[in-house]
């Protein structure tokens, strides 16, 4: 049973253009959420996370939203550059859950110069 | 800081081998974590500890065993190695309280044959 599901596998965009990564959840205790990028032959690294009682988080050029009605969150990166191009986990914590995250199966980003 | 380290990156063990996934955090974290990934698949969690002396099994804890002596290490023991453990295995930590960052170690690639 995938509680994080991340539906595209892998996503194309130009350079400079905008993208857009997807992320829906199925357990509505999710109070936390969380993007990891990884690089290859790399660990993830954090990058950007939102609590539920917001429904949008902004870092430089990446910002994070939540709808938790549709419990879908999406992470928006704008402009793209090239370093962008790792694959991205969507991830998600519930309370008192001692801080277990569970991770989507990812979508790799490839910035086209 | 190194952050947190693996070792060994890469193992081939033979089927009924057995070996220690070794995992160092010099972050004073409390909470530590193992976790695999399988191609295309997200990484799933094995065994956690939230202090030394304290470990509990995650989603997927068969066929491994995990101890905490130290705040700093949390090795990760395979008895009898088997096909279906070939996988890329991440190392994390997280400081007890929000958020729920969580910091991951280079992993270490195992193929068991």
């Known amino acids: 049973d995938q509680q994080v599901k991340q539906n595209s596998p892998s996503l194309s965009v130009q350079e400079g253009r905008i993208s857009i990564l997807n992320c829906d959840y199925t357990?509505?205790?999710?109070?936390?959420f969380l993007w990891y990028k990884k690089y290859p032959a790399e660990g993830p690294t954090f990058l950007i996370s939102?609590?539920?009682?917001?429904d949008k988080n902004e870092d430089g050029r990446f910002t994070v939203f939540l709808n938790k009605s549709a419990k879908h969150l999406s992470l928006h990166i704008v402009p793209s550059q090239p370093g962008d191009s790792a694959v991205y986990f969507c991830?998600?914590?519930?309370?008192?859950?001692?801080?277990?995250?569970?991770f989507g199966t990812g979508t790799r980003l490839t910035i086209i110069p | 800081n190194a952050g947190v380290t693996q070792t060994p990156k890469f193992r081939i063990l033979k089927i009924g081998q057995s070996m220690t996934l070794q995992c160092a955090q010099d972050m004073n974290h409390n909470y530590m974590y193992w976790y695999r990934q399988d191609p295309g698949m997200g990484l799933k969690l094995i065994y956690y500890s939230v202090g030394a002396g304290i470990t509990d099994k995650g989603e997927v804890p068969n066929g491994y065993n995990v101890s905490r002596s130290t705040t700093e290490d949390f090795p990760l023991r395979l008895e009898l190695a088997a096909p279906s453990q070939t996988s890329v295995y991440f190392c994390a930590s997280s400081y007890s309280g929000a958020p729920y960052e969580q910091y991951f170690g280079p992993g270490t690639r195992l193929t068991v044959t």
């Open positions: 991830a998600a914590s519930a309370p008192f859950g001692n801080e277990k995250l569970t």
């Open positions: 357990n509505s205790m999710f109070d936390y």
């Open positions: 939102i609590s539920s009682i917001k």
